[in-house]
Nanobody, 123 residues
Framework: QVQFVESGGGLVQSGGSLRLSCGAS????????IGWFRQAPGKEREVISC????????NYADSAKGRFTISRGNANKLVYLQMNSLKPEDTAVYYC????????????????WGLGTRVTVSS
């Protein structure tokens, strides 16, 4: 089983930026849709963004539109989530997850998950 790993989280002030990365030790992601999710303490996991295997489709939660951008890089072996204009409400553990080809807004449609990277946004 391929283990996906997120990186790039940390502590940032309100209005700052972070770029999260998701990959699996060079494993090609050409045939996977990649979703980004987050979960804050006491709240449900929510989908933030997804990019399809063809890059034709990108989706964003209302909370992320205009601030976050999902993209592929490093010869399609990594997926990024660029987060700008961060707010304290963005504080959460962020996860990437994969499923074949097409995006889904339902977390249970994703089989393979990373372990998460923590993002903390201070006031």
């Amino acid at each position: 089983q391929v283990q996906f790993v997120e990186s790039g989280g940390g502590l940032v002030q309100s209005g700052g930026s972070l770029r999260l990365s998701c990959g699996a030790s060079g494993f090609p992601l050409d045939y996977y849709a990649i979703g980004w999710f987050r979960q804050a303490p006491g709240k449900e996991r929510e989908v933030i963004s997804c990019i399809s295997s063809t890059n034709v489709t990108t989706n964003y939660a209302d909370s992320a539109k205009g601030r976050f951008t999902i993209s592929r890089g490093n010869a399609n072996k990594l997926v990024y989530l660029q987060m700008n204009s961060l707010k304290p409400e963005d504080t959460a553990v962020y996860y990437c997850a994969t499923r074949p080809r097409r995006c889904s807004g339902l977390s249970h449609d994703y089989r393979y998950w990373g372990l998460g990277t923590r993002v903390t946004v201070s006031s």
